[in-house]
């Protein structure tokens, strides 16, 4: 059991009951550390960031959501998560090691542990962010915006951006890391998508069937964002 603080009654029944299904557990506060009792980690990288924790004074690493705190959005019913990744420290309690430009300022992070989600650190492998509205209004309005016929408390995934969705069934929500710790992630969708790499960016292979764009989800199986 672990020492939490539920933060279940903040959010709406049908949300608790769609968010738990999605992840196995409830909404919870996990502390965050004091920048004095920190080690040096990388912004954003949280998963790395657990695993330097852990490798100096065990414990293990809990995985899941993190609420990006955006109250403009919010108060409009609109909830964007990201993969994130505390430590379970050898006393049982939690703590969010990792920096994050939405909790500047605050003591805890929002924060939903997943039972069926783990990043994979030897493949490179993450999760997408995912959204949920629950305001119809907003919800509308904003599916006009992109382009998009959205549906109140319905899963998606999403771009960092947040200006592409598809549904959480359409998609397994893993994405690779592209970056020089993953070589073979670069190579792996080069191969997929006949590209090659050119002056550091991706580019279509002479006479690629994708020279006249890649399939839009490629965005959702690859990034060069480390992102939790």
């Not at 672990?2 to 919870?28: H, M, R, V």
């Not at 690493?61 to 019913?77: E, Y």
């Not at 690629?208 to 939790?228: C, L, W």
Request: charged share 25%; aromatic share 10%; hydrophobic share 30%.
């Amino acid at each position: 059991m672990l020492d939490t603080t539920s933060y279940a009654d903040k959010l709406t029944p049908q949300l608790n009951e769609l968010l738990k299904s999605f992840t196995g557990s409830e909404c919870i506060m996990v502390r965050k550390i004091k920048e004095k009792d920190s080690i040096k980690g990388k912004h954003g990288n949280c998963h790395l960031n657990v695993k330097s924790y852990i490798d100096k004074s065990g414990g293990t690493s809990i995985s899941g959501w993190l609420l990006n705190r955006l109250p403009n959005l919010i108060d409009k019913g609109m909830y964007v998560w990201s993969f994130h990744s505390v430590w379970h420290k050898p006393d049982g309690k939690l703590l969010d090691v990792t920096e994050d430009k939405h909790y500047i300022g605050r003591d805890k992070s929002i924060f939903i542990p997943d039972t069926k989600r783990t990043p994979d650190l030897l493949e490179g492998t993450s999760y997408n962010n995912f959204l949920v509205f629950t305001e119809r209004a907003f919800a509308e309005h904003y599916g006009r915006s992109i382009g998009k016929e959205i549906n109140t408390h319905t899963l998606y995934w999403c771009d960092t951006v947040m200006t592409r969705l598809i549904g959480i069934d359409e998609h397994s929500g893993v994405y690779r890391y592209l970056n020089k710790e993953y070589p073979n992630n670069i190579q792996k969708m080069c191969d997929e998508y006949e590209l090659e790499i050119v002056n550091g960016r991706p580019l279509p292979r002479p006479n690629s069937k994708y020279q006249h764009g890649v399939p839009a989800n490629m965005i959702f199986d690859y990034s060069i964002s480390t992102r939790g």
